[in-house]
């Protein structure tokens, strides 16, 4: 799986749109991103995932860049429920549920 | 459904105990997996598993031991439990297909004195 950095942490007020970026350079072209989350030492949560076109969903939307070597996740308008640490991870279709970690973005909504 | 069940939730064992954690999914997924995360990381895979009967080894195995008899269970045990396993454990469920998106338990926070 294709390496990823990510903003080890981030504020954003409430009602606003969080942006979190992540970079993926050295990602493959049958590489899709996926994006979870995980509040307050749950289980991780899938948000959403993307190959090349941009996705929305009722929970986020995922903007690629035409390169494939970043992308952002936008939440469009955070509450403090949103308040979590968001793992960007790049893999191929195949790897199943055998997903990499990387220390993701702490998310702190503020009020 | 229930999704993914792990028990149990708290765990404290002493060194050198052995223990079985369980995790169950009522999804019929076939991938299941179970990872390991320590405060303040990520998560890390110990083994997975593609299907009943089939298993092999992630990024952190040594320690561990697993075994997939059921489609719909996937218990890992430890062997002789030490202080360095002590962590949260995270059990996952997926369908195979392009692509999958993967459910987790709600962990179970383990602690070895």
């Known amino acids: 799986d294709a390496k990823t950095t990510q903003p080890p942490s981030m504020d954003c007020a409430e009602g606003r749109a969080a942006n979190l970026p992540c970079n993926h350079s050295?990602?493959?072209?049958?590489?899709?991103v996926y994006w979870y989350r995980q509040i307050h030492s749950q289980g991780p949560q899938y948000i959403i995932h993307g190959l090349k076109n941009n996705e929305t969903n009722e929970m986020a939307s995922l903007i690629i860049t035409e390169d494939r070597k970043s992308s952002t996740l936008i939440l469009p308008h955070a509450t403090l429920r949103d308040t979590a640490v968001y793992y960007c991870i790049v893999r191929v279709a195949e790897a199943g549920n055998m997903l990499t970690f990387g220390g993701g973005t702490r998310l702190m909504v503020k009020p | 459904n229930a999704g993914v069940t792990q028990t149990p939730k708290f765990q404290v064992l002493k060194t050198g105990q052995s223990m079985t954690l369980q995790c169950a999914q009522d999804?019929?997924?076939?991938?299941m997996s179970w990872y390991r995360q320590d405060p303040g990381m990520g998560l890390r895979l110990i083994h997975y598993s593609v299907g009943a009967g089939i298993t092999d080894q992630g990024e952190v195995p040594n320690g561990y031991n697993v075994s997939r008899s059921t489609t719909e269970d996937f218990p890992l045990r430890l062997l002789s439990a030490a202080p360095s396993q002590t962590s949260v454990y995270f059990c996952a469920s997926s369908s195979p297909g392009a692509p999958p998106e993967a459910f987790f338990g709600q962990g179970t926070r383990l602690t070895v004195v």
């Open positions: 999804m019929n997924h076939e991938y």
């Open positions: 050295t990602i493959s072209g049958n590489e899709y």
